[in-house]
């Protein structure tokens, strides 16, 4: 016979579980995301754009800020309707769905939750690489050679329908090599992450604990993929012609920056520090509207 114990543990579990259930189906985890998307971008799109022409040419922090001040205030911020868009979309779906995936698989699946939160993770990212054509469109506008041809993002996504509707994709391989295995680590590390901080016990100590758990693991990330990212943007920077393979492009670069691994990391430091703000404030302001929500 089940005890009272059994029987308290029992509700218990049954309670969270309905509640979860309430949470995933009810949108809260994609507005959440959503609304710290906007936050994030708001805040560091300067930097990114500092960070976009390192990738790029291989320029130091220096020339690259140089290069944006010669720009003029007026394009400082030009680009930014994309990665709104796209970040915005991108973070609802990364939260949203990695909720609602991980309560159907772990409902369906009887392998440890560990393994099932990472495919629902891996999951999730891969779906959200359907949104690479604004991070396509995005790429053109911030770099200087097309500030002639076009001068906003419709004018950008007219330009690319064009060459066909490929054209939007270029650059989605390395996106997809990039987003699973990133999601993954985010969503597996940042629990452990949290609990190895001194106990929250106020909100702002609770905000805190989540902009640090949230920037040392996208700085951490960031740094891990940024290779990735180098190559994406040399990608995604060509307009019509030859539809260049990951490698052959990786290649390339690789020879060009006189295969040095330094050479290939141009920028990491300054990605860094971005992905550390970034990251914590995208945590700390998602984890801040779950709670009042």
């Not at 543990?9 to 710290?36: I, M």
């Not at 769905?97 to 999951?123: C, H, K, N, Q």
């Not at 985010?186 to 001194?198: S, T």
């Amino acid at each position: 016979m089940m005890g009272s114990e059994d029987l308290v543990l029992k509700k218990s579990k049954a309670d969270q579980l309905g509640h979860r259930t309430v949470n995933v189906t009810s949108g809260k985890h994609y507005f959440c995301g959503y609304c710290a998307a906007i936050t994030n971008v708001a805040v560091t799109f300067p930097i990114q754009k500092v960070l976009f022409r390192q990738q790029l040419y291989g320029l130091r922090t220096r020339d690259a800020i140089s290069q944006l001040q010669k720009d003029g205030l007026r394009n400082l911020y030009r680009g930014i309707l994309p990665p709104l868009m796209q970040k915005s979309t991108t973070l609802a779906l990364m939260f949203g769905l990695y909720e609602d995936l991980s309560s159907i698989l772990l409902g369906r699946m009887s392998a440890p939750e560990l393994l099932t939160r990472s495919v629902a993770a891996v999951l999730a990212g891969t779906t959200e690489a359907v949104l690479t054509p604004f991070e396509r469109v995005q790429t053109l506008l911030q770099d200087y050679k097309y500030h002639d041809k076009f001068t906003n993002t419709f004018q950008a996504f007219r330009f690319l329908r064009e060459h066909g509707p490929r054209e939007y994709y270029r650059g989605l391989v390395p996106i997809l090599l990039r987003n699973g295995p990133s999601n993954a680590l985010f969503f597996g590390l940042r629990g452990p992450i949290k609990q190895c901080l001194p106990e929250a016990t106020t909100y702002s100590t609770h905000l805190i604990n989540d902009f640090i758990c949230g920037g040392l693991l996208g700085a951490m990330l960031g740094f891990l993929f940024f290779p990735l990212n180098v190559v994406k943007a040399r990608m995604q920077s060509q307009i019509g012609g030859e539809f260049q393979s990951f490698s052959k492009v990786f290649m390339k670069i690789w020879l060009e920056r006189d295969r040095k691994v330094t050479h290939l990391f141009r920028g990491a430091h300054l990605n860094y520090h971005r992905s550390l703000i970034s990251w914590g404030i995208i945590n700390a302001t998602y984890e801040f509207l779950l709670k009042l929500l």
